[in-house]
Every structure is written in C-alpha cells, then in structure tokens.
C-alpha cells in the first residue's frame, strides 16, 4: 500500500475512534523518511521523524503519570523500570502492529520489500509519530485517550509478571537453568548514518539461533533479540 488513498486514512481513523482536524498531520506521521527519499519533486516534503520525537516525550510523561497515581506502592527505581517495559521498542510495535498502522505506512519499494511494513523500530516509531500527531491535533487528553484505550492496559499484566525485568537476565537464568549453557550475542548487520544507526543482533544458546533483534544501538537489539529467544523458548 505504497500510494495510499485519503480514504483508507479517514477509515482508520474512524476505526480507532480518533476525531482530527489536519488530515495532513497523521499522513506524516504515516510517512517513512525513505518514501521521501524515493519521490524528490512531487512536493512531498515531511516524514514522520519529527513527530516521533514529539510522541515519543509526550508517551513518556502520559505514562510516567499514569503509572505515579496509579502504582504509590512502588519506589522510583521500579516505576522507572515498568516504564521502560511499557514503552520499549517491542511494546510499541506489537501495539501498532495491533492497530494496523503498518498498513498505512508510505514507505519506498525498497523498505517495502525487505519487510518494512513488520520492522518493529519502524512499527514503533510510527506509533510514537502518530500520538505527536493526535497532540498536535487533538492535544494532550487525547493522546491520554489513545494511550488508555490502546497501550495503558498492557501495564496491569507488565506488573503480574515482571515482565519489566531486563530479558537478556531472564533469557540467561533460563539458559542455564535448563542447559548449563550462556547465551552468545553476535551482530549481523549495521546500516544507516551515525545519527541513525539500525543494528540487528542474534542470540544464540550453544549453537542454535534462538532470536535475532533490532534496536538503535546494540544493548537495545540483543534485548529485543532476548525477548524472542524468550518467546521462542517452548518452540
């Protein structure tokens, strides 16, 4: 869905319960900095890197609020770390993934064909440019809204579970409990500028690659590649 029509835009807008008043806004924030890349001239000028930065601190105090009047039980350190569990990459992509934003994405061919559209830092970075552009538009009770309905319920189980415990530890507890062995991180790729830098790592557990991972610096991609050698576990 490279040339997406305003239509389907206005059906997922609808879809997600979401009134708006620039249009404009949220098709930027569906708006990968490559399809810029790939359509110089055509008047196309804004992707969604901006917004994400503005989502991306509006999340963080909508659920550092949240998570403050909700949790007084907890000190500071813990509330940090459910936070971070709640709006790390993988969270955020299962989210967007979720609501489909994905679909929606203008991406160039070649992102598109390498699987753009299921790349959790993109997945991820669209959801966080997409609440920038609801407060932009709407402002901040309903970027509020959008998390509570959408994201906020994810923080009850998070809690449950200790989920929030670092998944390179749990992975390691796990590997050695159950095979006597450590698990091995290994990079495989690293592509873009240096202000922007994509990095893919693998984890293995003796010889079996057990999850690869994705992550703007390496800690962030062997974690995303320990919570789905985690996931993958009984498999």
């Given at each position: 869905?490279s040339?997406?029509?305003?239509?389907?835009?206005?059906?997922?807008?609808?879809?997600?319960?979401?009134?708006?008043?620039?249009?404009?806004?949220?098709?930027?924030?569906?708006?990968?900095?490559?399809?810029?890349?790939?359509?110089?001239?055509?008047?196309?000028?804004?992707?969604?890197?901006?917004?994400?930065?503005?989502?991306?601190?509006?999340?963080?105090?909508?659920i550092?609020?949240?998570?403050?009047?909700?949790?007084?039980?907890?000190?500071?350190?813990?509330?940090?770390?459910?936070?971070?569990?709640?709006?790390?990459?993988?969270?955020?992509?299962?989210?967007?993934?979720?609501?489909?934003?994905?679909?929606?994405l203008?991406?160039?061919?070649?992102?598109?064909?390498?699987g753009?559209?299921?790349?959790?830092?993109?997945?991820?970075?669209t959801f966080?440019?997409?609440?920038?552009?609801?407060?932009?538009?709407?402002?901040?009770?309903?970027?509020?809204?959008?998390?509570?309905?959408?994201?906020?319920?994810?923080?009850?189980?998070?809690?449950?579970?200790?989920?929030?415990?670092?998944?390179?530890?749990?992975?390691?507890?796990?590997?050695?409990?159950?095979?006597?062995?450590?698990?091995?991180?290994?990079?495989?790729?690293?592509?873009?500028?240096?202000?922007?830098?994509?990095?893919?790592?693998?984890?293995?557990?003796?010889?079996?690659?057990?999850?690869t991972?994705?992550?703007?610096?390496?800690?962030?991609?062997?974690?995303?590649a320990?919570?789905?050698?985690?996931?993958n576990?009984?498999?």
């Amino acid at each position: 869905m490279s040339n997406i029509e305003e239509p389907n835009l206005f059906q997922l807008l609808t879809d997600l319960g979401l009134e708006y008043k620039d249009i404009q806004l949220y098709k930027t924030a569906l708006t990968h900095r490559s399809y810029i890349n790939e359509n110089l001239g055509k008047n196309i000028t804004q992707h969604n890197e901006r917004l994400e930065f503005l989502g991306d601190a509006v999340l963080e105090l909508i659920i550092t609020e949240y998570l403050f009047h909700k949790y007084p039980e907890f000190k500071e350190g813990e509330l940090t770390s459910f936070r971070s569990a709640t709006v790390k990459t993988t969270s955020l992509a299962e989210t967007s993934k979720q609501l489909g934003l994905g679909e929606y994405l203008f991406l160039s061919r070649g992102e598109e064909k390498t699987g753009g559209r299921e790349r959790p830092y993109i997945l991820a970075n669209t959801f966080e440019a997409f609440l920038g552009a609801i407060f932009i538009d709407q402002g901040l009770s309903s970027a509020k809204g959008f998390l509570e309905k959408y994201l906020i319920p994810k923080i009850e189980n998070i809690i449950k579970n200790r989920s929030d415990i670092d998944s390179k530890s749990k992975l390691q507890e796990l590997a050695q409990d159950q095979m006597g062995i450590t698990p091995q991180y290994f990079l495989i790729s690293e592509e873009g500028p240096d202000h922007d830098k994509l990095f893919k790592m693998s984890v293995k557990i003796g010889t079996k690659t057990f999850g690869t991972g994705e992550g703007h610096n390496k800690q962030e991609a062997e974690s995303n590649a320990a919570q789905e050698a985690i996931n993958n576990w009984k498999k």
